[in-house]
């Protein structure tokens, strides 16, 4: 689906995340890296996140940080990183002085819908864009608690699901 | 009505809860026509966000008809299609009145303990904690809108549920998530995560960037 929009993908339980950034920009690392995924990450194979995880089932910490790290390491100095992704709660082993020493902005928060949506209206209006394409499941709100299933397996492409009531 | 409740660790329900009404003058009842389950949701199915109660109503996306408005509503009328943004906005505060409407200062009806936690509250918002309010979400039949003049999007004719239902989240999220990254034209974009948020936000910054830019990469989550 991403790969559609004329993107490269990387697969992080396929290869290096961090090398295959570093070829793709000459070894200079992306100029702006967006998470896109939260307090929830999945990189289980990195000492890092396992972790978090353990931390987090003791109430130790309350999230997953290990996107927040990868990007902080892999951004290029001098960079942005946004953070739309989900967080709770207090973290442990954050490589704050990587980031200040880099010179990174921090862009976060939760979205100020209205702020955008007149424009995103006339965009979908005029036809740049339909937001549909990411819909991948439709059911009734009777499925629903199925469907939270599906959707967190990923089962059956599963991207994005649609409830009528 | 039916709805999809909340009672603890994977384990949301279809159940029946009593129908909403408008308790506040400013309140629009929403029959809901279409709604989603968001990648935030999935937080709240693990149980990894605090402060939610057994029996709370669940779901943020979602759009309908008015179908009730109370007496202190001007901006909505009966039988008008509309989208439901997640945040809650009084539209009169400093902070709605700076664009900043994740943060208006007035609908979270749990400020004071929001505040104690986080140093200053977010926005009230639709079917989560009750940390930011604690209002029942729209993965339901009908749905209670508290701020109704400052909390819709209307609809234009001719678009279909599928097309307007993001702009309430995912798509205006990933657009934000661009378009704070100042995408100059030579700009290298990562995305890390290749869910809804994610692939909105590859478009956002394809079409956000200026001319002629054509560098994305994006992480799929696994």
Not at chain 2, 84 to 99: A, L, V, Y
Request: charged fraction near 25%.
């Amino acid at each position: 689906m991403a790969a559609a929009a004329g993107s490269e993908t990387i697969n992080f339980s396929e290869e290096s995340v961090i090398e295959r950034l570093d070829d793709l920009t000459d070894g200079k690392g992306p100029d702006k890296c967006i998470d896109a995924v939260g307090l929830e990450a999945h990189a289980s194979s990195h000492i890092d996140s396992l972790m978090d995880r353990a931390k987090q089932m003791t109430m130790m910490a309350n999230d997953r940080v290990h996107v927040l790290r990868e990007m902080i390491y892999v951004c290029r100095a001098g960079g942005v990183i946004s953070v739309p992704g989900v967080y709770s709660g207090l973290v442990d082993k954050f490589p704050i002085g990587m980031s200040m020493q880099k010179g990174l902005t921090w862009r976060m928060g939760q979205t100020h819908v209205r702020r955008w949506t007149d424009d995103l209206t006339r965009r979908i209006e005029e036809g740049e864009i339909d937001p549909s394409f990411v819909i991948t499941h439709e059911a009734s709100l009777a499925e629903g608690p199925g469907m939270y299933r599906t959707f967190r397996n990923k089962q059956d492409g599963c991207v994005k699901v649609v409830l009528k009531p | 009505m039916k709805a999809l409740v909340w009672h603890k660790k994977e384990d949301i329900r279809y159940e029946t809860v009593p129908d909403p009404e408008i308790e506040e003058e400013g309140d629009a009842i929403i029959k809901v026509s279409t709604c989603a389950i968001c990648g935030s949701d999935l937080h709240l199915f693990h149980n990894f966000i605090p402060a939610m109660k057994p029996g709370d109503v669940v779901g943020h996306e979602m759009m309908g008809e008015v179908v009730e408005v109370g007496r202190g509503v001007t901006k909505l009328k009966k039988g008008e299609r509309v989208v439901i943004p997640f945040t809650i906005n009084c539209d009169e505060c400093d902070q709605c009145r700076r664009g900043n409407f994740s943060l208006c200062e007035r609908s979270n009806r749990n400020k004071p303990l929001a505040d104690k936690l986080f140093g200053h509250s977010t926005a009230g918002l639709f079917g989560y904690t009750h940390l930011t309010g604690g209002y029942a979400g729209g993965q339901a039949e009908y749905l209670r809108v508290p701020f109704a003049d400052g909390t819709h999007i209307k609809v234009p004719d001719g678009l279909s549920d599928e097309q307007v239902l993001f702009l309430g989240d995912i798509f205006p999220t990933g657009w934000q998530a661009a378009v704070q990254c100042e995408i100059k034209r030579t700009d290298t974009v990562a995305i890390w995560g290749a869910g809804p948020v994610g692939q909105m936000a590859v478009r956002s910054a394809i079409i956000s960037a200026p001319g002629r830019w054509s560098r994305s990469t994006i992480f799929p989550s696994g």
